[in-house]
């Protein structure tokens, strides 16, 4: 059974970091393109970052040059690096894997607030 777990989200200042994980089992990660999404109260779900198996990365508008994607296949992990935090960042952030396109996982909440 394909699963994707979550987690390093909290609250964080405006300015501050999180790393957050992404824990892959039960599935094909190595050659799969991972995304991160993330979802705002009242918002559509958007993409903030994806990684292709050959470590090409790209990004939304929003977050480029603060937030970096990497994935370490021996580990089935894939990593958002988040950095220089918003209070327009807070959302429900999750990792998807393209290969399984019907599979979420329970997403990890980011709070950025004073």
């Known amino acids: 059974q394909v699963q994707l777990v979550e987690s390093g989200g909290g609250l964080v200042q405006p300015g501050g970091s999180l790393r957050l994980s992404c824990v892959a089992s039960g599935g094909i990660f190595s050659i799969a393109v991972m995304d991160w999404y993330r979802q705002a109260p009242g918002k559509q779900r958007e993409l903030v970052a994806t990684i292709t198996s050959a470590g090409s990365t790209n990004y939304a508008d929003s977050v480029k040059g603060r937030f970096t994607i990497s994935r370490d296949n021996a580990k089935k992990t894939v990593y958002l690096q988040m950095n220089s935090l918003k209070p327009d960042d807070t959302a429900v952030y999750y990792c998807?894997?393209?290969?399984?396109?019907?599979?979420w996982g329970q997403g990890t909440q980011v709070t950025v607030s004073s």
């Open positions: 998807y894997n393209r290969i399984y396109p019907h599979y």
